[in-house]
T-cell receptor, first 114, second 114 residues
Framework: DTAVSQTPKYLVTQMGNDKSIKCEQN?????MYWYKQDSKKFLKIMFS???????INETVPNRFSPKSPDKAHLNLHINSLELGDSAVYFC?????????????FGDGTRLSIL | GENVEQHPSTLSVQEGDSAVIKCTYS??????FPWYKQELGKGPQLIID?????GEKKDQRIAVTLNKTAKHFSLHITETQPEDSAVYFC?????????????FGRGTQLTVWP
């Protein structure tokens, strides 16, 4: 069973469109994250949610809106897509700290803006 | 906040040789240091982690060392194999970090030549 699953795996769309990426984890974790990985492989945190509550918003444009319907799901909606949004987006989850346990990552959604 | 630097950015070794990747961190309160391996088209996967109460940890061909005084930690891979080729990330988390936030290095592309 996949622990952290994201859909879709690939997303190709036109500039200006609105799209959503979904993430689900079956690990029973309380905390979920969204990361953006650029072409140079740098992993940049975007958001963190704990039990449906937004905890980290790392100066991400407000075109990006995360939504957590329950603690097992964290979706990412992006409005008015721009060329610079092309990247791989990773969802991750971890148990609630202070337990020092690793984050578990999904396999990513490759977003390409035409 | 924490700042994690990782070197080298690329590393090429011959099969059977050893590979060493080094990271430094800035926040002396950091107490958890995971290493992730990212294969092509996949998400980062934890390969080994170390907590600040130990100086070294080993798992088969992989070992991690931690020097708290100097604020650096290293990943050692012995007897490298072509399937070790991937991007490797180090990370650090401190006791006060917002709900388990990890600070990542910029990654090392390891290539193992047969």
């Amino acid at each position: 069973d996949t622990a952290v699953s994201q859909t879709p795996k690939y997303l190709v769309t036109q500039m200006g469109n609105d799209k959503s990426i979904k993430c689900e984890q079956n690990l029973g974790h309380d905390t979920m994250y969204w990361y953006k990985q650029d072409s140079k492989k740098f992993l940049k945190i975007m958001f963190s949610y704990n039990n449906k509550e937004l905890i980290i918003n790392e100066t991400v444009p407000n075109r990006f809106s995360p939504k957590s319907p329950d603690k097992a799901h964290l979706n990412l909606h992006i409005n008015s897509l721009e060329l610079g949004d092309s990247a791989v987006y990773f969802c991750a989850s971890s148990p609630r700290p202070p337990i020092n346990q690793p984050q578990h990552f999904g396999d990513g959604t490759r977003l390409s803006i035409l | 906040g924490e700042n994690v630097e990782q070197h080298p950015s690329t590393l090429s070794v011959q099969e059977g040789d050893s590979a060493v990747i080094k990271c430094t961190y800035s926040d002396s309160a950091s107490n958890y240091f995971p290493w992730y391996k990212q294969e092509l088209g996949k998400g980062p996967q934890l390969i080994i982690d170390i907590r600040s109460n130990v100086g070294e940890k080993k798992d088969q061909r992989i070992a991690v060392t931690l020097n708290k005084t100097a604020k650096h930690f290293s990943l050692h891979i012995t007897e490298t194999q072509p399937e070790d080729s991937a991007v490797y990330f180090c990370a650090a988390r401190n006791r006060g970090s917002t709900l388990g936030r990890l600070y990542f290095g910029r990654g090392t592309q390891l290539t193992v030549w047969p």
